[in-house]
């Protein structure tokens, strides 16, 4: 069984934590629309990306799928 990636945890880690979706975007290096489309469901994170966000927010990956 394969879980989907929840971008609604990610979107409330972001404003959470007071940054935008360009903040991240940054952080993990990819470009503000390509992170739209992502957090929008039309393109998928990759393995690397999530990994960087969970390394950002100080979060196991799994939360991000449950």
């Given at each position: ?30 470009s503000e629309q ?20 969970a390394r950002y ?10």
């Amino acid at each position: 069984m394969v879980k989907e990636l929840k971008t609604s945890k990610i979107r409330g880690l972001i404003a959470e934590h007071g940054i935008t979706q360009k903040d991240l975007a940054e952080i993990i290096g990819i470009s503000e629309q390509s992170m739209n489309l992502k957090l929008k469901g039309k393109r998928q994170f990759k393995a690397n990306e999530i990994g960087k966000i969970a390394r950002y927010f100080d979060i196991e990956v799994d939360f991000l799928f449950n």
